[in-house]
């Protein structure tokens, strides 16, 4: 009776453990990793690159569309999992789209969501002097799992 309950368990192990690794490399296979590195601004002007920052918004104006399921266009599809990771010591803002998605601390991450489809991420570093580094305006077509990888 062991040894017919060790083998049932142990060939349950082996089929659950296949299971776990095919769908670990199933969502390895659809994720894509680019990185980006800085670049230092002058600090002159207006950034195109942001529609909307961190600041308060006018409540009848401001802020990104809604999403397809919070009484948005329904047309735009599904969302995109984003992945931003930060390898550097900077506090860096990240913008979806031209707006304000969040701040990541140094050497942190932050998930921002996206509508499938067309994608603009762009991050910033603001100094005291005026200026600020900043990495991409990035483009792509958001339709897996993006990983977006912040580098000095």
Excluded at 23 to 43: H, P
Excluded at 115 to 127: E, H, M, N, P, V
């Amino acid at each position: 009776m062991k040894r017919r309950t060790t083998v049932v368990l142990l060939a349950l192990a082996v089929a659950f453990g296949g299971l776990f690794a095919g769908l670990t490399m199933a969502a390895e296979k659809k994720s894509k990793v680019v990185e980006a590195k800085a670049q230092k601004s002058r600090g002159e002007g207006k950034d195109e690159n942001i529609k909307s920052d961190a600041e308060p918004k006018n409540p009848t104006t401001g802020g990104p569309p809604a999403p397809p399921d919070k009484g948005g266009d329904k047309s735009r599809g599904a969302y995109c999992q984003i992945h931003v990771d930060n390898h550097t010591p900077l506090w860096i803002k990240i913008y979806v789209d031209g707006y304000y998605a969040g701040t990541m601390p140094p050497w942190g991450d932050l998930y921002p969501t996206a509508i499938s489809g067309g994608t603009q991420l762009y991050g910033r570093a603001d100094f005291v002097d005026g200026t600020w580094r900043f990495w991409g305006p990035y483009h792509f077509d958001c339709d897996e799992v993006y990983t977006w990888r912040l580098s000095p």
